[in-house]
């Protein structure tokens, strides 16, 4: 069902791209469905050409034969569309569970436009039922992971911060080689101010809110795709 749902976001989304744009290209399952989509368009004439977020969904498009180039070669970009593990009504995200937010977050501010696709599931009132992916430098790891913990004290956030591990037992290491702090608050009411403080932390690389990026999501249910675009996005 939750396959279905995702790909129906992302054959819905589809409709944002137009020949000659260049692309920002999501990572995870959802996105996954949205490469394959894409790479028919493509296959039958569609002329775009995509920056992949991930060595995953580049090793994807290569295979399917969408066109790549990459952000030195190509800055600006007109549309990124990728998943997202949470979103609320004003399109603020959680993102990072694939943990390749600090490429797709690189990407989404080089796009004119960011575009989510999901399925309702990730819809929620309040940010933080899923755990926010924090990227961390391995360097002075404990000592940013202490940081990360007074700035949830401050703003009463209480739970654990855990660093995330591989399938391998060792800390699991990002595309960029950074490690992943994952903060299990459960509610996040003020994510703006927690992305503020998080960005300050000089340990911090990326974290997984995205705020003000998202333009528009296209939310797949089981009555349909429904689009979200909020005035304000
Ligand atoms: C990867 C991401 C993904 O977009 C997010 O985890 C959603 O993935 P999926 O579509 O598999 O649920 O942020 O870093």
Do not use: N
Request: with cysteine.
């Amino acid at each position: 069902m939750s396959d279905e749902l995702k790909r129906a976001s992302a054959e819905a989304a589809l409709e944002e791209v137009r020949s000659g744009m260049k692309l920002g290209i999501g990572t995870g399952s959802t996105a996954e469905f949205f490469v394959r989509a894409l790479a028919d368009k493509v296959a039958a004439g569609l002329d775009v050409i995509g920056v992949p977020t991930s060595e995953r969904t580049a090793a994807l498009c290569k295979e399917l034969g969408v066109p790549l180039t990459t952000l030195d070669e190509t800055p600006e970009l007109d549309l990124t569309i990728d998943g997202a593990d949470e979103l609320d009504a004003e399109l603020q995200l959680i993102k990072g569970g694939g943990a390749a937010l600090l490429r797709e977050k690189i990407v989404a501010a080089a796009s004119t436009r960011m575009v989510v696709i999901a399925d309702e599931s990730k819809v929620v009132e309040t940010l933080g039922q899923f755990p926010l992916p924090i990227e961390v430098m391995p360097f002075g790891l404990e000592s940013t992971r202490r940081a990360v913990v007074k700035v949830a004290d401050a703003l009463a956030l209480s739970g654990e911060v855990k660093l995330r591990m591989g399938t391998d037992g060792a800390p699991l290491v990002t595309d960029g080689g950074h490690y992943i702090l994952d903060g299990h608050w459960g509610r996040i009411p003020d994510a703006v101010s927690l992305a503020d403080r998080l960005a300050a932390i000089p340990g911090v690389v990326e974290h997984g809110l995205f705020i003000g990026l998202a333009k528009a999501a296209y939310v797949a249910g089981p009555a349909g795709v429904r689009k979200i675009s909020p005035a304000a996005a």
